[in-house]
């Protein structure tokens, strides 16, 4: 079964400051890979997804992630964060042609961001 | 166009009661479907997924149950709820054996145990 690594739990930043995100996965096949958002109480956003193509994938509200395979990595950028970023980001992972269940959709346990003004 | 529909939005229950909450899918046929449990500083937490109707897996013995009685409808119960039973749940769906394998979210139900 595949597994998904968040590798910082909480993370606090000043306005203007670049972020970095890590995510880490284990499945040595080929991945679906997406971050979501969760702004404080509200639900669940798709912020970006990599499915093939171009490693660097543009999302909404300025982010980005670089899927780089040799590492199993899709960390997500923002080169320069606002307040409003404050909220949990999950990282994801699918595998194609999965049949589902638990190793169809594996998240990472989240990142808080803190962003003070 | 796909849609998830979620609810309640918001729930107060009392230790000791039952629950229900529902999620149903439009627009797909024969979609995978999950329930996740987000609790305060552990992340999301798959609880059970189903890959058609009346096959539900678990992922974590506790005291919940789902049931998939429809094709586009998946349940979370309780027949008695326990305090750390309080979070926020999640149904999701997703298209099987896709190349491009995305999962959809509802909006969540806010449960809180009293």
């Known amino acids: 079964a595949q597994s998904v690594s968040q590798h910082n739990h909480h993370v606090i930043l000043s306005e203007a400051a670049s972020l970095e995100l890590g995510c880490n996965y284990s499945?040595?096949?080929?991945?679906?890979l997406f971050w979501y958002v969760q702004y404080p109480g509200q639900h669940l956003q798709l912020l970006l997804k990599?499915?093939?193509?171009?490693?660097l994938v543009k999302g909404i509200k300025g982010f980005e992630a670089e899927f780089i395979k040799s590492k199993f990595s899709f960390n997500l950028r923002k080169p320069s964060v606002q307040w409003s970023d404050t909220a949990e980001y999950f990282c994801?992972?699918?595998?194609?042609?999965?049949?589902?269940?638990?190793?169809?959709?594996?998240f990472g346990k989240g990142t808080h961001l803190i962003i003070q003004p | 166009s796909q849609t998830i529909h979620q609810w309640p939005a918001t729930l107060v229950q009392p230790v000791g009661s039952p629950l229900s909450l529902e999620c149903t899918v439009e627009?797909?046929?024969?979609?995978?479907l999950y329930w996740y449990r987000q609790a305060a500083g552990r992340g999301l937490q798959l609880l059970f997924y189903?890959?058609?109707?009346?096959?539900i897996s678990s992922e974590v013995p506790q005291n919940l149950s789902a049931s998939r009685p429809q094709d586009r409808q998946f349940i979370l119960s309780s027949k008695k709820l326990l305090l750390s039973d309080s979070g926020f749940y999640l149904c999701?769906?997703?298209?099987?054996?896709?190349?491009?394998?995305?999962?959809?979210f509802g909006q969540g139900t806010r449960l809180t145990v009293v």
């Open positions: 999701a769906w997703s298209v099987p054996f896709s190349l491009y394998t995305e999962a959809f």
């Open positions: 189903s890959v058609g109707i009346g096959q």
């Open positions: 994801a992972v699918t595998r194609p042609y999965s049949g589902g269940g638990a190793d169809g959709l594996t």
């Open positions: 990599y499915f093939s193509g171009d490693p």
């Open positions: 499945y040595g096949g080929t991945v679906n």
């Open positions: 627009g797909t046929s024969n979609p995978n």
